[in-house]
């Protein structure tokens, strides 16, 4: 089941603060951190991370099953790096015919991996401590952004539920009209396919006849419209922006004084 409600404690000290600040904190640390290459930076920041998430209200746990894809993405960039890359610099660890494997390459393999979750892990905390309702408000109340662009969102949010459902449905429908895949692996990826295809024609049109009734209920009138609860932003919003900046900063002066720093351009 796919899901984006909270799942943090309410009470904690940093899940309190305004969703739009925890938003821009987390695109401020992400973006800083973009500027480099090198694993020291994206793993100080990995440790900053884990380190406030208690601040947060999250368990590692929950956590663990929310960032689950991430890992299946750092699979995939070793691999793609293993095989393609086109700088093979370093001493040759593994030769095996055409595959060649370097320091330089596991440890080019090893920064992005790093820097995919340096950048990634804010995003999921801000999602697992918010309530996508309320974001929707401080998006309207706070970052001053179309109603239109907030409440397509949040209703974007509350229908990603049901793609899970959708699969499961589609799934089952195929295996009682006999359609099935067996030990195949080309049939199993012929059916995923298929199945994600009928699956993407189905969330457009959902998406077509939400735009509509929005449409219909004057969502761009461009008329200022109320909301029923208040997101403010105090001092203390402005100071978690301005640490999550500083956190970053200090990683990135961390990786240039040890000399590790590899710019992203240049």
């Not at 790096?81 to 700088?87: I, R, S």
């Amino acid at each position: 089941m796919i899901s984006f409600e909270p799942v943090a404690a309410p009470e904690a000290l940093l899940a309190r603060r305004n969703p739009v600040a925890k938003l821009a904190a987390a695109l401020v640390f992400s973006f800083i951190l973009i500027a480099t290459l090198d694993p020291v930076a994206p793993a100080i920041a990995i440790a900053a991370e884990l380190a406030l998430l208690p601040l947060f209200g999250v368990r590692f746990r929950v956590l663990a099953r929310r960032a689950w894809p991430l890992l299946v993405g750092a699979v995939g960039v070793v691999v793609t790096l293993v095989l393609f890359a086109a700088e093979r610099s370093g001493r040759v660890l593994v030769e095996a015919g055409p595959v060649v494997v370097t320091s330089g390459v596991l440890l080019t393999a090893l920064g992005l991996v790093l820097r995919m979750f340096a950048v990634a892990l804010p995003g999921v905390i801000v999602f697992a401590t918010t309530d996508p309702t309320d974001l929707a408000d401080a998006l309207i109340q706070n970052a001053k952004a179309p109603a239109r662009f907030a409440i397509g969102a949040l209703a974007a949010f509350r229908l990603v539920p049901l793609l899970g459902q959708e699969w499961q449905m589609i799934s089952m429908a195929r295996r009682a009209r006999g359609v099935e895949a067996g030990r195949n692996p080309l049939a199993k990826l012929r059916l995923f396919v298929s199945t994600a295809f009928a699956l993407l024609v189905g969330a457009i049109r959902r998406g077509t006849r939400l735009a509509v009734a929005m449409d219909a209920r004057g969502f761009d009138a461009g008329v200022p419209r109320t909301v029923a609860r208040r997101q403010r932003f105090v001092a203390a919003d402005g100071l978690l922006i301005a640490g999550a900046a500083v956190l970053a900063g200090a990683a990135l002066t961390v990786s240039v004084l040890l000399g590790t720093f590899r710019p992203l351009i240049g």
